[in-house]
T-cell receptor, first 114, second 117 residues
Framework: AQSVTQLDSQVPVFEEAPVELRCNYSSSVSVYLFWYVQYPNQGLQLLLKYLSGSTLVKGINGFEAEFNKSQTSFHLRKPSVHISDTAEYFCAVRPTGSARQLTFGSGTQLTVLP | GAVVSQHPSRVICKSGTSVKIECRSLDFQATTMFWYRQFPKQSLMLMAT?????????EQGVEKDKFLINHASLTLSTLTVTSAHPEDSSFYIC?????????????FGSGTRLTVV
């Protein structure tokens, strides 16, 4: 079984400041890792994913994440946030080699302040 | 890219009635679709996995007779909330996986806000 921990439920940050949203996971098998963004009353949109290869993954909207196998982490970063980045962010994993469902973290509400 | 259409986006129904939510993959075939429920300020909870042409697999604690899932074609899955009660009010989201082997893509619908009064 897999589990995902997002330690920060809420992250307030000022506009144009950098931000890091933390994600740690636990799994007995190798996994793929994902970050999704959810705007109010909408579904989830994929920001980026790590499948294999380079541990630094770049996604949409200027976000990037780094996979750290030894620390079982997949933190999401953006060097300069905008008001429009205000949303809920979910980290998720699923086992490699199977078509199983995603396991989600509890989410982090990012609020960008003017 | 892959698009999943979920309908309706919002629905209000009376207690005791049934509500059907549709999830369609518009430009790809989805052998597997997932149905999630999301409570306010919480993460997504998987309710069931829907496989085309076969019975859905429900997660522990989800009532099969209350949440009926049908996946009759490679592009359509439906979730019917039967005899809805106020505690069924929630945000329901579907997700579809592309048919290609080893596809990594999971595309989400825009969600349905169900309010039972």
């Amino acid at each position: 079984a897999q589990s995902v921990t997002q330690l920060d439920s809420q992250v307030p940050v000022f506009e144009e400041a950098p931000v890091e949203l933390r994600c740690n996971y636990s799994s007995s098998v190798s996994v793929y890792l994902f970050w999704y963004v959810q705007y109010p009353n909408q579904g989830l949109q994929l920001l980026l994913k790590y499948l294999s290869g380079s541990t630094l993954v770049k996604g949409i909207n200027g976000f990037e994440a780094e996979f750290n196998k030894s620390q079982t982490s997949f933190h999401l970063r953006k060097p300069s946030v905008h008001i429009s980045d205000t949303a809920e962010y979910f980290c998720a994993v699923r086992p490699t080699g199977s078509a199983r469902q995603l396991t989600f973290g509890s989410g982090t509400q990012l609020t960008v302040l003017p | 890219g892959a698009v999943v259409s979920q309908h309706p986006s919002r629905v209000i129904c009376k207690s005791g009635t049934s509500v059907k939510i549709e999830c369609r993959s518009l430009d790809f075939q989805a052998t597997t679709m997932f149905w999630y429920r999301q409570f306010p300020k919480q993460s997504l909870m998987l309710m069931a996995t829907s496989n085309e042409g076969s019975k859905a697999t429900y997660e522990q604690g989800v009532e099969k007779d209350k949440f009926l899932i049908n996946h009759a074609s490679l592009t359509l899955s439906t979730l019917t909330v039967t005899s809805a009660h106020p505690e069924d009010s929630s945000f329901y989201i579907c997700s579809a996986r592309e048919q290609e082997q080893n596809s990594y893509g999971y595309t989400f619908g825009s969600g349905t806000r169900l309010t039972v009064v």
